[in-house]
Structures are given as structure tokens and as C-alpha cells.
């Protein structure tokens, strides 16, 4: 069993989840935690959770001080004899604790382990939890010698896991800011939520299926590549890609992009890249999955106007509905799809939507329907920003 948790809107966290490992291994919590019952998970492949970790204990109706008195002595006895420096990080999720409070309990156990001469080194932290970015830069969860407890409290059940990593920000980071080739009034998606839509479009993780079955890797299509996001992270999670583009800017910028990935990775990519209107353009069989962030219309600093929010919605909706419709005639039934539509912030987190979106049956598709989150929950925004993602999650009828 195992713990995830998840960034910062979770429900798209646990909507990816679902979809790699089905709703029965799925589950909440709390609010920002999932379980994973299976042997399949693999973390690395995530784009939606900051931190997994291996469940190791389950208590219920414990106290902080009680569980931290549970953790001194299972580690200082599990610890007694190693002959190796240990990084140690404690993260409290869900506890009314204070940050000093939970590095007590680790200076207790480093005190703990000091007289049996095991040498700790324990993580300072200004929160109950350690950021991301602190326990990626110490590495912890990926060596015998560097762990984090990850102490997470949903009602009265405490689950205690040991770390197996936390998000790669650095690699992320990279593959945002470093590719050769960059626009910046197209290709921002982050590759976080590229990574994310690939999974939630897909399903199954590919390279297990290959790796099991013999079969060829899945074919992702992005019928509006732009700078090559997308590809990027479908490519690094085993996928064939082919991507399109209206734009052969774009179309040159995605395949510079790629060309720079395989050199950075050492890849050979099975990858396919045209120039073409998504509303009219024909695609080459086979496709295994369609991902994408469509046409989102102009950006805004502050909410629009009426009128020129109905101009801009129409034209969106022209757009993408006549992409559908145009790749819906090229499609086999049950092809999954994950598309990345704009729907308006109004400034007070009430969302003016697209019509299609109440639509999809007209169209010939249906909706991916989930366990653990309502469709209306799949939202990608930041604080004060108009226009938001609404992942579409469908099939083809």
C-alpha cells in the first residue's frame, strides 16, 4: 500500500491516479492524500503528486505525542546497529501540530540513536511538513540512509509512511525552461499538467503493457503541439507520439524540441510531427489516445467584459467543435481523449464554461467518468488567473 500526496488541487492529483490504477485501488485521504493499493504504482510517472510513500504503520485515535513515541521507538531499535549517517525528514499532514512540535519528536529519536552511537542528521523545517522542494534537494526517499516519515492524519486514522520520493522539480523545471526552443504566447503548458493529461488520457501505464504484453507503445496524438509539451512528457512515459500543429513555427519549435529531448535523454523517439488545421487535418492511424491543450482564446489580466467574453467563447467553441467533429470521423469508438478547454474566471472562482462542454453527446462523445472526483473538479488555475484548463475527460461514442 501506498501514499500519495497531492499537489495543490488535488482533485486532479487523484483523477490521474484513478485513471493509471483503476478506482477499486484508489481511495481519499483526508483531503490532499490518496491510498494506492496496487503493485504497479509507479511515482516517477506522476504529474499530480508532490510526494508517495510506502505505508509502514496504521494507528487510530493516537495522539501526536503518542504516535511520535510509536516512531522513537520502532526507528531507534530498526536503526540501533547501522554503521551509516542517516538524513532524516518528519512531514505532518493533517495535524493540528506546530513545526516545533514535530521536530521535537525527531530530536528526541536523534538523541535517541546518538547514545547508541548511530549518527542523524535531522532536517530543520519552519512547517509541519517539508516543502517539495526541501526534500527533493536532500534526496530523501531514494537511499537506505535518507528518509522522510511522511505522518499523514485523515479523522482518527493516522497513517505513517516511509518516503520513495518526492516531485522531481528540478527535471520539470528543465524540461520547461531549457528546451531550445520556447513562445510565450503558446507552449505554456506546464509540464506537470502535460504529464498529468498524457496519464489521465491513457490510462495503463505503456511501458508495463510493453514490457508484459510484446505489443508496440501506444500512439499518443496532440492535434495542437505548439512548442511540443505535451509530446515531451507522452514521450518520456513511453508513449509514440505524433503531434500537429496549424502553425509550422510551431511545427518546427516541437520538433527542435524533441530533437533536444532525445539528446538530453538519450531516446530514440517513434515520433511524428505535421503541419495542419486541427478542424480540417487527416491523421495517420493508428491513434491509441488523443491529448491536448486546444485553442484557449486571447489571455486576460482581468475578467472581460460581457460582450467580448460571448465573442471570445463563441469562437473557442467554433474551434474546438470543429475539431471533434473533423477527428471524431478518424477515431475508432472507445478512444480515450483528455483536452485542455478554457472556461473564464469571473474573479470570484465562478467559471463562465464552454457550451460543448454540456454537450459532448452531440458530438459523438461521451464522458470518462470517475470515482474519486466530479468532472466539474477538473479545473487547472492559479490564484487570479482568468483563464483557467477544464480537462475534458471522454471517449469517443
Not at 63 to 76: E, F, N, P, T
Not at 98 to 116: F, H, N, P, W, Y
Not at 123 to 141: E, F, M, R, V, W
Not at 149 to 168: K, P, Y
Request: charged letters at 25%; hydrophobic letters at 40%; a neutral charge.
Amino acid at each position: 500500500m501506498h501514499i500519495a500526496i497531492l499537489g495543490r488541487q488535488p482533485a486532479l492529483g487523484i483523477a490521474e491516479l484513478e485513471r493509471l490504477y483503476g478506482a477499486d485501488a484508489v481511495s481519499w485521504f483526508g483531503a490532499d492524500a490518496a491510498l494506492i493499493d496496487t503493485d504497479r504504482f509507479n511515482f516517477n510517472a506522476l504529474g499530480g503528486s508532490q510526494k508517495a510513500g510506502e505505508v509502514v504503520a496504521t494507528f487510530h485515535k493516537k495522539s501526536w505525542r503518542d504516535v511520535g513515541d510509536l516512531i522513537m521507538k520502532q526507528y531507534s531499535e530498526l536503526w540501533r546497529d547501522v554503521d551509516f549517517k542517516i538524513t532524516l525528514g518528519l512531514s505532518a499532514y493533517g495535524w493540528n501540530v506546530s513545526a516545533r512540535e514535530v521536530q521535537k519528536t525527531g530530536i528526541i529519536l536523534k538523541k535517541k540513536l546518538r547514545d547508541q552511537n548511530v549518527s542523524l542528521r535531522l532536517i530543520p523545517n519552519d512547517l509541519p511538513a517539508l516543502s517539495t522542494a526541501t526534500s527533493h534537494h536532500n534526496k530523501l526517499g531514494l537511499s537506505r540512509n535518507k528518509v522522510e516519515l511522511l505522518i499523514v492524519r485523515a479523522n482518527d486514522t493516522i497513517i505513517v509512511a516511509e518516503s520513495i520520493g518526492s516531485q522531481n522539480i528540478t527535471a520539470l523545471a528543465a524540461r520547461d525552461q531549457a528546451r531550445p526552443k520556447t513562445d510565450a504566447f503558446v507552449g505554456m503548458l506546464p509540464p506537470k499538467l502535460a504529464r498529468m493529461m498524457v496519464n489521465m488520457a491513457y490510462g495503463p501505464d505503456p511501458e508495463a503493457i510493453r514490457r508484459n504484453s510484446g505489443d508496440s507503445a501506444p500512439v499518443i496524438l496532440d492535434p495542437f503541439c505548439g512548442t511540443g509539451v505535451l509530446l515531451q512528457e507522452a514521450a518520456l512515459l513511453a508513449f509514440d507520439i505524433y503531434g500537429s500543429d496549424l502553425s509550422q513555427k510551431m511545427v518546427s519549435y516541437t520538433s527542435a524540441n524533441l530533437e533536444w529531448l532525445e539528446q538530453k535523454y538519450n531516446l530514440d523517439l517513434n515520433k511524428r510531427v505535421d503541419e495542419g488545421d486541427a478542424m480540417t487535418h487527416q491523421w495517420l492511424p493508428p491513434i491509441d489516445a488523443v491529448a491536448a491543450e486546444a485553442y484557449l482564446g486571447q489571455p486576460f489580466s482581468a475578467p472581460p467584459s460581457p460582450a467580448k467574453l460571448r465573442e471570445v467563447r463563441g469562437n473557442c467553441n467554433h474551434i474546438i467543435t470543429s475539431f471533434l467533429e473533423n477527428i471524431g470521423r478518424q477515431v475508432t469508438p472507445d478512444t480515450p481523449f483528455c483536452l485542455a478547454v478554457p472556461a473564464w474566471n469571473n474573479g470570484n472562482d465562478r467559471f463562465t464554461h464552454l457550451p460543448l462542454v454540456n454537450e459532448l453527446e452531440r458530438y459523438g462523445y461521451e464522458r470518462i467518468e470517475l470515482k474519486n472526483v466530479r468532472a466539474e473538479q477538473l479545473l487547472y488555475f492559479r490564484p487570479g488567473q482568468v483563464v483557467a484548463r477544464e480537462l475534458l475527460l471522454m471517449r469517443k461514442a
